[in-house]
Protein backbone atom coordinates (compact mmCIF):
# COMPACT_ATOMS: atom_id res chain seq x y z
CA UNK A 1 0.00 0.00 0.00
CA UNK A 2 0.84 3.62 -0.77
CA UNK A 3 0.66 5.47 2.86
CA UNK A 4 1.04 9.27 3.26
CA UNK A 5 2.00 11.11 6.08
CA UNK A 6 1.29 15.35 5.34
CA UNK A 7 2.50 17.75 7.77
CA UNK A 8 0.22 18.97 10.22
CA UNK A 9 -1.24 22.47 9.73
CA UNK A 10 -3.32 22.83 12.65
CA UNK A 11 -2.60 25.89 14.65
CA UNK A 12 0.67 25.01 16.56
CA UNK A 13 -0.05 21.29 15.93
CA UNK A 14 3.58 19.91 15.85
CA UNK A 15 2.32 16.50 16.00
CA UNK A 16 2.92 14.08 12.98
CA UNK A 17 0.98 11.04 12.21
CA UNK A 18 4.18 8.68 11.92
CA UNK A 19 7.81 8.40 13.39
CA UNK A 20 10.34 7.53 11.23
CA UNK A 21 10.76 4.24 13.45
CA UNK A 22 6.79 3.38 12.69
CA UNK A 23 7.59 4.04 8.51
CA UNK A 24 10.41 1.43 9.40
CA UNK A 25 8.17 -0.76 10.22
CA UNK A 26 5.75 -0.56 7.53
CA UNK A 27 8.60 -0.63 4.49
CA UNK A 28 9.51 -3.49 5.96
CA UNK A 29 6.38 -4.73 5.37
CA UNK A 30 6.71 -4.08 1.63
CA UNK A 31 4.64 -0.89 1.64
CA UNK A 32 5.33 2.43 0.21
CA UNK A 33 5.61 5.36 2.50
CA UNK A 34 5.31 9.32 1.38
CA UNK A 35 6.63 11.89 3.86
CA UNK A 36 5.90 15.36 3.35
CA UNK A 37 9.10 17.10 4.02
CA UNK A 38 9.60 19.47 7.45
CA UNK A 39 6.75 16.60 8.86
CA UNK A 40 8.66 15.82 11.85
CA UNK A 41 11.21 18.31 11.91
CA UNK A 42 9.72 20.16 14.78
CA UNK A 43 10.06 17.97 17.49
CA UNK A 44 13.47 16.24 15.84
CA UNK A 45 12.61 13.94 13.03
CA UNK A 46 14.51 15.26 10.25
CA UNK A 47 13.64 14.50 6.84
CA UNK A 48 16.76 12.22 6.80
CA UNK A 49 15.60 10.31 9.51
CA UNK A 50 12.17 9.56 7.10
CA UNK A 51 14.51 8.72 4.39
CA UNK A 52 17.08 6.47 6.79
CA UNK A 53 13.79 4.70 7.19
CA UNK A 54 12.68 4.15 4.06
CA UNK A 55 10.21 6.81 2.85
CA UNK A 56 10.04 9.06 0.24
CA UNK A 57 10.16 12.74 1.07
CA UNK A 58 7.46 15.07 -0.93
CA UNK A 59 7.82 18.75 -1.03
CA UNK A 60 3.61 19.37 0.19
CA UNK A 61 0.82 18.13 1.20
CA UNK A 62 -1.09 17.94 -2.38
CA UNK A 63 1.44 15.63 -3.90
CA UNK A 64 1.20 13.68 -0.53
CA UNK A 65 -2.18 13.26 -0.71
CA UNK A 66 -1.82 12.30 -4.70
CA UNK A 67 0.78 9.91 -4.60
CA UNK A 68 -1.35 7.81 -1.38
CA UNK A 69 -3.99 5.67 -0.52
CA UNK A 70 -4.14 5.67 2.80
CA UNK A 71 -3.76 8.82 4.31
CA UNK A 72 -2.34 9.06 8.21
CA UNK A 73 -2.62 12.29 10.34
CA UNK A 74 -3.03 13.15 13.71
CA UNK A 75 -5.71 16.23 13.77
CA UNK A 76 -8.80 16.54 11.77
CA UNK A 77 -8.24 17.45 8.07
CA UNK A 78 -8.53 20.68 7.39
CA UNK A 79 -10.98 22.25 4.67
CA UNK A 80 -7.73 22.81 2.35
CA UNK A 81 -6.96 18.97 3.01
CA UNK A 82 -10.61 17.87 2.83
CA UNK A 83 -10.35 18.90 -1.02
CA UNK A 84 -7.71 16.80 -1.84
CA UNK A 85 -9.91 13.65 -0.89
CA UNK A 86 -10.98 11.30 -2.96
CA UNK A 87 -13.05 7.99 -2.87
CA UNK A 88 -10.29 6.39 -3.58
CA UNK A 89 -8.63 7.12 -0.01
CA UNK A 90 -8.55 5.69 3.53
CA UNK A 91 -7.91 8.47 6.14
CA UNK A 92 -6.71 7.51 9.45
CA UNK A 93 -6.50 10.25 12.01
CA UNK A 94 -8.91 11.78 14.80
CA UNK A 95 -11.57 13.41 13.31
CA UNK A 96 -14.31 14.52 16.66
CA UNK A 97 -17.15 14.69 13.66
CA UNK A 98 -20.00 15.02 16.54
CA UNK A 99 -19.77 18.93 16.79
CA UNK A 100 -18.14 19.68 13.53
CA UNK A 101 -21.25 19.81 10.73
CA UNK A 102 -18.47 21.51 8.17
CA UNK A 103 -15.88 18.10 8.65
CA UNK A 104 -18.38 15.71 8.32
CA UNK A 105 -20.53 17.29 5.42
CA UNK A 106 -16.69 17.31 3.31
CA UNK A 107 -16.00 13.77 4.41
CA UNK A 108 -19.00 12.44 3.21
CA UNK A 109 -18.67 14.13 -0.52
CA UNK A 110 -15.17 12.64 -0.75
CA UNK A 111 -16.81 9.14 -0.32
CA UNK A 112 -13.53 8.58 1.19
CA UNK A 113 -12.98 5.76 3.88
CA UNK A 114 -12.59 7.63 7.31
CA UNK A 115 -11.90 6.12 10.52
CA UNK A 116 -10.97 8.01 13.67
CA UNK A 117 -9.02 7.43 16.10
CA UNK A 118 -10.98 7.96 18.74
CA UNK A 119 -13.70 5.24 17.99
CA UNK A 120 -12.16 3.04 18.19
CA UNK A 121 -12.19 0.21 20.71
CA UNK A 122 -10.67 -2.61 22.32
CA UNK A 123 -11.79 -6.19 23.88
CA UNK A 124 -12.26 -4.16 27.33
CA UNK A 125 -14.17 -1.68 25.68
CA UNK A 126 -11.83 1.24 26.04
CA UNK A 127 -10.83 3.41 23.72
CA UNK A 128 -6.90 2.54 23.26
CA UNK A 129 -6.15 5.06 20.18
CA UNK A 130 -7.77 8.09 22.51
CA UNK A 131 -6.23 6.94 25.63
CA UNK A 132 -2.64 8.32 25.39
CA UNK A 133 -3.73 11.70 24.39
CA UNK A 134 -6.19 11.67 27.18
CA UNK A 135 -3.33 11.25 29.21
CA UNK A 136 -1.40 14.16 28.05
CA UNK A 137 -4.71 16.50 28.11
CA UNK A 138 -5.28 15.43 31.82
CA UNK A 139 -1.73 16.14 32.77
CA UNK A 140 -1.62 19.15 30.72
CA UNK A 141 -4.65 20.54 31.90
CA UNK A 142 -3.58 21.21 35.45
CA UNK A 143 -0.17 22.77 34.28
CA UNK A 144 -2.38 25.10 31.85
CA UNK A 145 -4.74 25.52 34.99
CA UNK A 146 -1.91 26.44 37.16
CA UNK A 147 -0.33 29.11 34.78
CA UNK A 148 -3.82 30.49 34.11
CA UNK A 149 -4.43 31.09 38.09
CA UNK A 150 -1.37 33.54 37.76
CA UNK A 151 -2.30 37.21 38.24
CA UNK A 152 -0.54 38.03 35.25
CA UNK A 153 -2.79 35.84 33.05
CA UNK A 154 -5.82 36.84 34.66
CA UNK A 155 -6.34 34.42 37.36
CA UNK A 156 -6.68 34.75 40.69
CA UNK A 157 -3.41 34.80 42.05
CA UNK A 158 -3.31 31.29 43.65
CA UNK A 159 -0.23 29.14 43.93
CA UNK A 160 -2.32 25.81 43.05
CA UNK A 161 -0.66 24.25 46.15
CA UNK A 162 -0.20 26.77 48.63
CA UNK A 163 2.55 27.12 51.11
CA UNK A 164 2.46 26.71 55.10
CA UNK A 165 0.09 28.55 56.41
CA UNK A 166 -2.05 29.38 53.19
CA UNK A 167 -4.67 26.88 51.86
CA UNK A 168 -4.52 25.40 48.62
CA UNK A 169 -6.47 25.81 45.54
CA UNK A 170 -9.56 24.14 45.26
CA UNK A 171 -9.63 22.06 42.15
CA UNK A 172 -12.70 20.29 41.11
CA UNK A 173 -12.51 17.20 38.12
CA UNK A 174 -15.27 16.49 36.18
CA UNK A 175 -15.18 12.84 34.94
CA UNK A 176 -12.70 10.36 36.54
CA UNK A 177 -12.05 8.49 32.88
CA UNK A 178 -8.80 8.45 31.35
CA UNK A 179 -8.47 12.35 30.88
CA UNK A 180 -9.56 12.83 34.63
CA UNK A 181 -7.57 10.41 36.63
CA UNK A 182 -4.46 12.03 35.02
CA UNK A 183 -5.73 15.33 35.94
CA UNK A 184 -6.42 13.92 40.21
CA UNK A 185 -2.69 12.64 40.02
CA UNK A 186 -0.88 15.94 38.80
CA UNK A 187 -3.27 17.96 40.77
CA UNK A 188 -2.70 15.63 44.07
CA UNK A 189 0.97 15.87 43.38
CA UNK A 190 1.33 19.71 43.21
CA UNK A 191 -0.38 19.88 46.90
CA UNK A 192 -4.21 21.27 45.53
CA UNK A 193 -7.19 20.55 47.17
CA UNK A 194 -9.33 18.15 45.12
CA UNK A 195 -12.59 16.70 44.40
CA UNK A 196 -13.50 14.75 41.64
CA UNK A 197 -17.21 13.92 40.42
CA UNK A 198 -18.71 11.04 38.46
CA UNK A 199 -22.16 8.85 37.55
CA UNK A 200 -19.68 5.70 37.82
CA UNK A 201 -20.00 4.28 41.52
CA UNK A 202 -16.68 1.97 40.41
CA UNK A 203 -14.77 4.49 39.37
CA UNK A 204 -15.15 6.41 42.30
CA UNK A 205 -14.57 3.92 44.42
CA UNK A 206 -11.15 2.87 42.89
CA UNK A 207 -10.16 6.45 42.68
CA UNK A 208 -11.11 6.50 46.79
CA UNK A 209 -8.86 3.34 47.21
CA UNK A 210 -5.88 5.46 45.02
CA UNK A 211 -6.04 8.52 46.89
CA UNK A 212 -7.56 7.75 50.05
CA UNK A 213 -8.43 11.22 52.10
CA UNK A 214 -6.31 12.58 49.82
CA UNK A 215 -9.39 13.57 47.62
CA UNK A 216 -13.30 13.84 47.67
CA UNK A 217 -15.23 11.72 45.35
CA UNK A 218 -18.75 13.13 44.53
CA UNK A 219 -21.80 11.36 42.75
CA UNK A 220 -22.19 13.92 40.39
CA UNK A 221 -26.11 15.38 40.12
CA UNK A 222 -26.98 18.75 39.54
CA UNK A 223 -26.75 19.83 43.04
CA UNK A 224 -23.24 18.15 43.78
CA UNK A 225 -22.02 19.65 40.72
CA UNK A 226 -23.20 23.39 40.89
CA UNK A 227 -21.76 23.16 44.70
CA UNK A 228 -18.21 21.95 43.39
CA UNK A 229 -18.15 24.10 40.26
CA UNK A 230 -19.27 27.06 41.92
CA UNK A 231 -16.45 26.87 44.79
CA UNK A 232 -13.77 26.42 42.94
CA UNK A 233 -10.22 27.86 41.63
CA UNK A 234 -9.87 25.51 39.31
CA UNK A 235 -12.34 23.52 37.47
CA UNK A 236 -11.04 20.45 34.20
CA UNK A 237 -13.81 19.68 32.52
CA UNK A 238 -13.14 15.61 31.25
CA UNK A 239 -16.46 14.41 30.24
CA UNK A 240 -16.63 11.85 27.62
CA UNK A 241 -19.42 10.02 25.22
CA UNK A 242 -18.05 8.38 22.48
CA UNK A 243 -18.27 9.54 19.43
CA UNK A 244 -21.02 11.92 20.43
CA UNK A 245 -20.88 15.58 21.54
CA UNK A 246 -20.11 16.25 25.13
CA UNK A 247 -23.04 16.96 27.55
CA UNK A 248 -23.47 20.26 28.43
CA UNK A 249 -22.69 19.89 32.09
CA UNK A 250 -21.80 23.28 33.68
CA UNK A 251 -24.36 26.09 33.23
CA UNK A 252 -23.77 29.85 32.53
CA UNK A 253 -25.13 30.16 35.41
CA UNK A 254 -22.82 28.03 37.44
CA UNK A 255 -19.66 30.35 35.62
CA UNK A 256 -21.10 33.59 36.75
CA UNK A 257 -21.13 32.37 40.24
CA UNK A 258 -17.54 30.94 40.38
CA UNK A 259 -15.21 33.08 42.05
CA UNK A 260 -13.59 36.19 40.04
CA UNK A 261 -10.52 35.13 38.27
CA UNK A 262 -10.79 31.29 38.33
CA UNK A 263 -9.89 29.06 35.61
CA UNK A 264 -11.96 26.63 33.53
CA UNK A 265 -9.93 24.02 31.70
CA UNK A 266 -12.28 22.15 29.19
CA UNK A 267 -10.67 18.97 27.98
CA UNK A 268 -13.77 18.22 26.49
CA UNK A 269 -13.79 20.83 23.71
CA UNK A 270 -12.58 18.73 20.97
CA UNK A 271 -16.26 17.28 21.42
CA UNK A 272 -17.54 20.62 21.83
CA UNK A 273 -16.81 21.31 25.44
CA UNK A 274 -18.39 20.58 28.56
CA UNK A 275 -19.20 23.92 29.47
CA UNK A 276 -22.03 26.58 27.76
CA UNK A 277 -19.61 28.96 28.14
CA UNK A 278 -16.49 27.33 25.93
CA UNK A 279 -15.51 27.57 22.76
CA UNK A 280 -12.26 26.42 20.94
CA UNK A 281 -9.44 28.36 21.19
CA UNK A 282 -5.59 27.69 19.69
CA UNK A 283 -2.30 27.85 21.35
CA UNK A 284 -1.59 31.31 19.97
CA UNK A 285 -4.41 33.21 21.72
CA UNK A 286 -5.31 30.34 24.28
CA UNK A 287 -7.76 31.89 26.87
CA UNK A 288 -11.20 34.40 26.90
CA UNK A 289 -12.49 35.66 29.63
CA UNK A 290 -16.56 35.08 30.52
CA UNK A 291 -18.16 36.44 33.60
CA UNK A 292 -14.91 37.25 34.91
CA UNK A 293 -13.51 33.37 34.88
CA UNK A 294 -10.65 32.25 32.18
CA UNK A 295 -11.04 29.80 30.12
CA UNK A 296 -8.96 27.28 28.31
CA UNK A 297 -9.92 25.81 25.70
CA UNK A 298 -7.52 24.85 23.35
CA UNK A 299 -9.16 21.96 21.26
CA UNK A 300 -4.90 20.48 20.57
CA UNK A 301 -3.87 20.29 23.88
CA UNK A 302 -1.45 17.67 23.46
CA UNK A 303 0.03 19.43 20.26
CA UNK A 304 2.22 21.80 23.08
CA UNK A 305 4.26 18.29 24.26
CA UNK A 306 4.18 17.51 20.76
CA UNK A 307 6.71 15.19 20.79
CA UNK A 308 5.92 13.46 23.84
CA UNK A 309 2.22 12.77 22.28
CA UNK A 310 3.92 11.69 18.96
CA UNK A 311 5.67 9.12 20.67
CA UNK A 312 3.00 7.81 22.60
CA UNK A 313 0.35 7.97 19.67
CA UNK A 314 2.28 5.86 17.48
CA UNK A 315 2.59 2.97 20.40
CA UNK A 316 -1.19 2.58 19.92
CA UNK A 317 -1.47 3.06 15.67
CA UNK A 318 1.09 1.14 14.70
CA UNK A 319 -0.66 -2.22 14.73
CA UNK A 320 -3.65 -0.64 13.51
CA UNK A 321 -1.87 0.94 10.18
CA UNK A 322 -0.25 -1.80 10.04
CA UNK A 323 -3.42 -3.94 9.97
CA UNK A 324 -4.98 -1.43 7.31
CA UNK A 325 -2.06 -1.61 4.83
CA UNK A 326 -1.12 -5.17 5.17
CA UNK A 327 -5.08 -6.24 4.61
CA UNK A 328 -6.40 -3.48 2.40
CA UNK A 329 -8.93 -0.99 4.27
CA UNK A 330 -11.76 -2.83 3.51
CA UNK A 331 -10.51 -6.39 4.77
CA UNK A 332 -8.61 -4.91 7.93
CA UNK A 333 -12.44 -3.71 9.02
CA UNK A 334 -14.05 -7.03 8.43
CA UNK A 335 -11.72 -8.82 9.82
CA UNK A 336 -11.59 -6.65 13.39
CA UNK A 337 -14.83 -5.71 15.20
CA UNK A 338 -12.69 -2.95 16.93
CA UNK A 339 -11.05 -0.76 13.97
CA UNK A 340 -14.84 -1.24 12.35
CA UNK A 341 -15.85 0.58 15.75
CA UNK A 342 -13.34 3.45 14.20
CA UNK A 343 -15.04 3.77 10.89
CA UNK A 344 -17.22 7.36 10.58
CA UNK A 345 -17.67 7.61 7.39
CA UNK A 346 -17.82 4.70 4.16
CA UNK A 347 -18.49 5.24 1.02
CA UNK A 348 -19.86 8.90 1.13
CA UNK A 349 -22.39 7.49 4.34
CA UNK A 350 -22.04 8.08 7.88
CA UNK A 351 -21.83 5.23 10.09
CA UNK A 352 -21.37 6.09 13.51
CA UNK A 353 -24.49 6.23 14.95
CA UNK A 354 -23.96 9.63 17.13
CA UNK A 355 -22.66 11.51 14.89
CA UNK A 356 -25.40 10.90 12.47
CA UNK A 357 -27.88 11.96 14.91
CA UNK A 358 -25.55 14.95 15.80
CA UNK A 359 -25.30 15.97 12.28
CA UNK A 360 -28.55 14.92 11.02
CA UNK A 361 -26.96 12.11 8.57
CA UNK A 362 -29.25 9.10 8.29
CA UNK A 363 -26.75 6.38 10.27
CA UNK A 364 -25.66 3.30 7.75
CA UNK A 365 -24.79 0.54 9.64
CA UNK A 366 -21.08 -0.55 8.61
CA UNK A 367 -21.60 -4.54 8.59
CA UNK A 368 -24.48 -3.95 5.57
CA UNK A 369 -22.68 -2.01 3.86
CA UNK A 370 -19.66 -3.87 4.36
CA UNK A 371 -21.47 -6.92 3.31
CA UNK A 372 -21.52 -8.72 6.07
Avoid: W
Avoid at 146 to 164: D, F, W
Amino acid sequence: MKIGVPKEIKNHEYRVGMTPAAVHELCEHGHSVYVQAGAGSAIGFSNEDYQKAGAEILEDGPAVFGAAEMIVKVKEPQATERALLTPGHTLFTYLHLAPDQAQTDDLVKSGATCIAYETVTDSHGRLPLLAPMSEVAGRMSIQAGAHCLEKSMGGRGVLLGGVPGVSPARVTVIGGGVVGQNAVAMAIGLGAHVTVLDRNMDVLRNLDHLYGNRISTLFSTAATLDEAVTESDLVIGGVLIPGASAPKLVSRDMVSRMPEGSVIVDVAIDQGGCTETSRPTTHDAPTYVVDGVVHYCVANMPGAVARTSTLALNNVTLPFIAALANKGPEQAIKDDHHLRNGLNVYQGRVTYREVAEATGYEFADPEALLGQ
